[in-house]
């Protein structure tokens, strides 16, 4: 079923006259996904994806839409559900939940005569657009910024230490985002997590579909080895490693731009 837009505003950006528009898009199961349309005046759009506990408003999803801008390509940011603005509970995994929540939106945009080409994920976001780019077919190129490949890891970096034993007694924890918010993980989404298998995903990427995946020589979140690992077993897969940057690239958001505009580019041809 084609997914409804409930509500559209816009407002003029002065610095590059783009303009910005809310949209808001119903998923399967009827939340409502906020997101935020970089309109250009080119069919040309990118679907951005935000990380875990994180917003569309995260500074690399702003910063990419903009230099999207720049070149003329359209693009949408929007909160998966339970983040952000969009409706829903949060889950500490929803990996697949989230993928469908993609699909919403792609579908959205197929439906108004803006065929999606190509979905970029920061983090978690990066192992969203992977795991679509596996389920679905119908995207020419992924773009995966710091997604990690082994889902076991980086647990206990998020959730502490002896989390395991933790969850078993209690069936739950606390989490806390940016803002100081506090989210409850449960020992289900927990082995959900742990269930996902991304090497049969990488396996399942259509070989005609083109993946770049970009990741920081600096990242202590998510070591450089992951990025290895894609490069490893996508069939069309490149590797952009960005020297000094870290997870979040904060020092490095220029040429996270550039790598991720080289390689858009490079697919037009």
């Known amino acids: 079923m084609q997914p409804s837009v409930l509500l559209a505003s816009t407002n003029m950006m002065p610095q590059n006259l783009a303009m910005q528009q809310k949209i808001i898009i119903k998923n399967n199961h009827g939340e409502k996904l906020v997101g935020l349309l970089h309109e250009t005046g080119s069919t040309e759009t990118v679907i951005l994806c935000h990380g875990f506990l994180c917003t569309k408003e995260h500074r690399n999803?702003?910063?990419?839409?903009?230099?999207?801008?720049?070149?003329?390509?359209?693009?949408?940011?929007?909160?998966?559900?339970?983040?952000?603005?969009?409706?829903?509970?949060?889950?500490?995994?929803?990996?697949?939940?989230?993928?469908?929540?993609?699909?919403?939106?792609?579908?959205?945009?197929?439906?108004?005569?803006?065929?999606i080409k190509t979905i970029l994920g920061h983090s978690k976001g990066g192992n969203i657009v992977l795991l679509?780019?596996?389920?679905?077919?119908?995207?020419?190129?992924?773009?995966?910024?710091?997604?990690?490949?082994?889902?076991?890891?980086?647990?206990?970096?998020?959730?502490?230490?002896?989390?395991?034993?933790?969850?078993?007694?209690?069936?739950?924890i606390d989490v806390k985002n940016s803002k100081g918010e506090t989210h409850l993980v449960t020992k289900e989404s927990l082995m959900d997590r742990l269930n996902i298998n991304m090497h049969?995903?990488?396996?399942?990427?259509?070989?005609?579909?083109?993946?770049?995946?970009?990741?920081?020589?600096?990242?202590?979140?998510?070591?450089?080895?992951?990025?290895?690992?894609?490069?490893?077993?996508?069939?069309?897969?490149?590797?952009?490693?960005?020297?000094?940057?870290?997870?979040?690239?904060?020092s490095h958001q220029e040429q996270l731009a550039s790598a991720i505009l080289n390689f858009i580019k490079d697919t037009r041809l």
């Open 61 to 115: 999803m702003a910063n990419l839409a903009m230099a999207l801008e720049n070149e003329g390509i359209s693009s949408f940011r929007f909160d998966f559900a339970g983040n952000g603005e969009s409706e829903g509970l949060f889950g500490y995994s929803n990996y697949y939940r989230e993928v469908e929540d993609l699909r919403a939106v792609v579908e959205y945009f197929n439906g108004v005569s803006r065929p």
């Open 200 to 250: 049969e995903a990488c396996l399942s990427i259509d070989e005609k579909c083109r993946v770049l995946t970009v990741h920081g020589s600096n990242d202590k979140f998510v070591h450089i080895e992951d990025a290895m690992e894609f490069n490893k077993f996508i069939a069309n897969h490149r590797l952009q490693i960005i020297k000094g940057a870290n997870h979040g690239y904060t």
């Open 132 to 172: 679509y780019a596996s389920k679905y077919h119908d995207i020419d190129a992924v773009i995966n910024v710091s997604g990690r490949y082994d889902l076991k890891k980086g647990i206990e970096e998020r959730l502490g230490t002896g989390v395991l034993e933790r969850i078993g007694k209690s069936g739950v």
